[in-house]
């Protein structure tokens, strides 16, 4: 007879946040090296400051979106965290994209440096952070089609996983659900 040793809540935890903060740094020291990179190349857009100011202000009205988001998600996390049953989350942010964490990240981090520098070589960073997200999405949706299995591989075909550019999926991956449910 075995015994399975609990995981312990701070496993759980950095087995739930992957590589999130990781994706931070990266975004964070690329940032870093495009600014030493912006004294000897340069590709600037001519911004008047009132355009400037406006476009600021709506990227810091949708950082602070995301950040709610990001809180959201945490909370929606930490219900399954807390309780160590592995339930997929389709509600709440996950209703429109299956990775909510590394959509905020990505829709929210890289404007602004954009703007503030008014500069497209800041557009490389962002464009590295897409690609690598798309990379490790790939990975961590293979552990989730382990755990989930043929629930995940459906809610993938109603969610995107980055960009929600397709409405609220998971609404409509839970009615199917539910209908399923109630023909069986």
Not at 18 to 30: A, E, Q, R, S
Not at 43 to 56: D, E, H, K, M, Y
Not at 73 to 82: A, H, K, Q, T
Request: charged share 20%; glycine share 6%; aromatic share 10%.
């Amino acid at each position: 007879m075995t015994t399975e040793k609990p995981v312990s809540l701070l496993k759980r935890f950095k087995n739930l946040l992957g590589v999130g903060p990781h994706l931070i740094l990266l975004g964070l020291l690329l940032e870093v090296l495009t600014l030493a990179l912006w004294s000897r190349i340069s590709f600037p857009i001519p911004l008047a400051a009132r355009t400037q100011v406006i476009l600021s202000l709506l990227c810091l009205m949708i950082s602070f979106t995301g950040m709610a988001w990001f809180h959201h998600s945490l909370n929606l996390i930490r219900v399954n965290l807390l309780d160590g049953k592995n339930r997929l989350i389709t509600r709440g942010p996950f209703s429109y994209v299956r990775h909510p964490l590394y959509a905020t990240l990505l829709l929210t981090l890289p404007l602004l440096p954009i703007l503030w520098c008014q500069d497209l070589l800041f557009l490389i960073p962002w464009i590295l952070l897409i690609a690598l997200a798309h990379l490790v999405v790939k990975r961590e949706e293979r552990r989730l089609l382990r755990i989930f299995g043929k629930e995940y591989e459906d809610y993938r075909r109603f969610v995107p996983a980055l960009l929600p550019f397709k409405g609220a999926g998971g609404k409509r991956f839970r009615e199917q659900g539910a209908a399923i449910h109630r023909t069986v």
